[in-house]
């Protein structure tokens, strides 16, 4: 690989969520990469859909351990991946969470907070009475800096990754992770 570019690859799962979950709730999400206009996904899937999963017990944490897998080609580090969670209960948006794939190659454990938007208008108040939750039209604005202070959002539960993250290429271009610690 001497044309320049490196590789990343991330290898893991959606553990699971940790939200106020009623008993008998069904919990599902989607998630999706974003990245700069230098990188490309060579491998992998860049958006996917869980499966459902049921509440059992009041606050119990929503289970998935669903699978993420996925690879990108880039020459560039501008517009480092980001993924970005929109969780769903039954067909009500639930949250939104977003995180930078971690740079240094290892097992990450990533804790996701999750949020979802707060009505700005006096219909949207009045909405929100009859069940109606505000979503964003392009999750995606939130994996960039265009216009998210604009957005109020509240907290509603966080979610837990864990990710292998394997690259390829950095160091023979010149990047450096820094230092490894051992603990």
């Keep these: 690989m001497s044309d320049g570019t490196f590789l990343l690859s991330l290898i893991g799962q959606i553990e699971f969520l940790d939200v106020m979950a009623p008993a008998n709730a069904s919990y599902h999400f989607k998630y999706e990469f974003y990245t700069g206009p230098d990188w490309k996904v060579i491998g992998g899937l860049e958006t996917g859909l869980s499966q459902v999963a049921n509440v059992i017990n009041n606050n119990d944490k929503v289970v998935f351990n669903f699978p993420i897998d996925v690879q990108f080609k880039s020459t560039n580090p501008f517009g480092w991946p980001q993924m970005v969670l929109t969780v769903y209960k039954e067909m009500t948006l639930e949250g939104y969470g977003r995180t930078h794939v971690p740079i240094k190659p290892g097992l990450h454990q990533l804790e ?33 800096t265009d216009g998210n202070n604009l957005i109020r959002m509240e907290n509603s ?4 990754l864990s990710f292998y993250v394997v690259s390829q290429g950095f160091l023979r271009l010149g990047y450096d992770f820094g230092h490894t610690t051992k603990d």
């Design 157 to 160: 539960g966080k979610a837990l």
């Design 112 to 144: 996701v907070n999750l949020a979802r938007p707060k009505a700005s208008s006096l219909l949207g108040y009045i909405g929100s009475f009859f069940g109606y939750q505000p979503e964003l039209l392009q999750p995606k604005i939130l994996a960039s």
